[in-house]
């Protein structure tokens, strides 16, 4: 199946995102953000095309600083305004790449069972503690998955070993696309085949349903080589730029 080209998929990001976030447009830019969560993966700008990145970065940093955070904007490899925003000040933080299932995935622990999630608690819980490493963000983070899970285009999948909820994955659809997003273990179980069985299970059904699986990696995360060695391949990068709020 051929690579999905870089619109869908950016739009397939910028979608899901926006089921936990604020989403504005600004022609073919869009700027993501959250009162509540401040980390900057919740409050990002990017655009559509090359051509659109410096006037959405001027945009998004006026209203990023305003609301007294960094300005973060997120830019294609490709693109040439790299230059023009390292000179205003940018510089960058990380770098997210973009990945396609290029076969199907096998396997995972024997032990691990894998399920379509009824609890948004349970998932909840199980996500904050893969990210998080705590539940301090339940109250938060858990009307958001309540409000996601009965969509048609989300399906939330939780991993159950040793009795106990190890891991999370959510899956995304928008046509032609199904994305992957919050793969986590909790830490006291992992290296245990959770993620791999996660990632089994959403090939098995984006394959039934006749849609390419994708999925991004921040390099800070230091999953790229998992990914890779369990049968994806690089579609595209992007470059995570900031510029500090003074």
């Not at 009965?150 to 159950?160: C, R």
């Not at 994955?169 to 793969?183: E, I, K, N, Q, S």
Request: glycine content about 10%; aromatic content about 8%; some cysteine.
């Amino acid at each position: 199946m051929r690579a999905p080209d870089r619109r869908s998929a950016e739009l397939n990001e910028i979608r899901w995102w926006s089921r936990w976030t604020r989403l504005r447009w600004h022609g073919e830019g869009y700027l993501i953000s959250s009162d509540s969560l401040r980390e900057p993966f919740f409050n990002r700008a990017g655009a559509l095309t090359c051509g659109a990145l410096e006037s959405t970065a001027l945009w998004a940093e006026r209203r990023f600083h305003s609301a007294g955070l960094d300005s973060t904007i997120l830019i294609f490899d490709s693109c040439e305004s790299l230059r023009g925003l390292v000179a205003s000040g940018y510089r960058q933080t990380d770098t997210l790449t973009v990945l396609r299932s290029t076969a199907p995935l096998r396997g995972g622990g024997p032990q691990v069972k894998v399920r379509a999630s009824t609890d948004p608690k349970t998932w909840t819980v199980a996500y904050l503690r893969s990210f998080y490493g705590d539940e301090a963000l339940t109250d938060l983070v858990r009307p958001i998955v309540t409000a996601i899970k009965d969509s048609k285009a989300v399906t939330l999948l939780e991993a159950e070993t040793a009795g106990e909820t190890a891991g999370v994955l959510a899956m995304f659809r928008t046509p032609g696309l199904v994305g992957v997003y919050c793969v986590g273990t909790v830490p006291e179980l992992r290296g245990r085949g959770v993620a791999t069985a996660l990632l089994a299970r959403a090939g098995e059904t984006a394959r039934a349903e006749g849609r390419r699986l994708i999925l991004q990696t921040l390099a800070s995360d230091g999953a790229l080589q998992f990914y890779l060695s369990r049968g994806f391949g690089e579609v595209y990068s992007k470059r995570v730029l900031t510029k500090k709020l003074k």
